[in-house]
């Protein structure tokens, strides 16, 4: 698979949950980001991965939000007691290191019942 | 506060005419500026993408133009086709090490054969 894949593609889960939402990106791009979607919104940032590091978290919206990427590679991004606000569409998208092209998997629809 | 608003929030059109879609942005000290096509279930594709020092760029039938100083950019469709039916979304980016984009809320096109 040449592009940014992630899974599930759909999750449906209650309300207080705990639920992790996976990303593997482009072999070779040492960027990452993970992305929120809610209907009828255009994405927002979450954070940013720079290798195995969170080099900008500044978009999680609160600590029940966590992700990791502890190779470099794949990254988890982990909700805790989840909420229905939490109901939306996680996009991830990878990027080489110098390039401006951030390429976007076709995201994991999340729902909170 | 950096904001992008997109107009319309939606446009149906008949297959076959040009037009336009608007994205604004409240602060013009942006690097780059990217429109990109959203189809349902299916992750972001970059369209186009124009560096700040730039004014436009062309791909096919389209051609996005950027005005830094008035905080504007628009996306030109030539000829519409039925298959340019999807959300069409603009982000920018600005400095800094992060990278991240802001993205507007998107242009929901309705291309009717």
């Known amino acids: 698979g040449a592009g940014v894949s992630q899974t599930p593609s759909n999750k449906v889960t209650e309300k207080g949950k705990y639920v992790e939402l996976r990303c593997d990106p482009i072999?070779?791009?040492?960027?990452l980001y993970w992305y929120r979607q809610s209907l009828g919104q255009g994405p927002e940032f979450l954070i940013y991965f720079q290798g195995t590091g969170a080099a900008d978290d500044s978009g999680l919206p609160n600590d029940r939000f966590f992700a990791v990427r502890p190779e470099g590679s794949v990254s988890t991004l982990k909700i805790q007691r989840t909420e229905r606000g939490d109901s939306a569409v996680y996009l991830c998208?990878?990027?080489?290191?110098?390039?401006?092209?951030?390429?976007f998997g076709p995201g994991t629809r999340l729902t909170v019942l | 506060k950096q904001e992008v608003t997109q107009i319309p929030a939606a446009l149906s059109v008949p297959e076959g005419e040009n037009l336009v879609l608007n994205c604004s942005f409240t602060?013009?000290?942006?690097?780059?500026l990217q429109w990109f096509r959203q189809d349902p279930g299916k992750g972001l594709t970059s369209l186009l993408l124009i560096q700040s020092s730039q004014r436009e760029q062309t791909s096919g039938r389209l051609n996005a133009s950027l005005d830094k100083s008035s905080g504007r950019s628009t996306l030109y469709i030539a000829a519409s086709q039925p298959g340019d039916s999807a959300t069409y979304l603009c982000?920018?980016?600005?400095?800094?090490?992060?990278?991240?984009?802001?993205f507007g809320t998107g242009t929901l096109l309705a291309v009717q054969p």
């Open positions: 982000a920018v980016r600005y400095g800094g090490a992060t990278n991240k984009l802001i």
């Open positions: 602060d013009s000290a942006i690097y780059n």
């Open positions: 072999s070779g791009h040492t960027a």
């Open positions: 998208a990878s990027k080489r290191g110098s390039s401006d092209t951030q390429y």
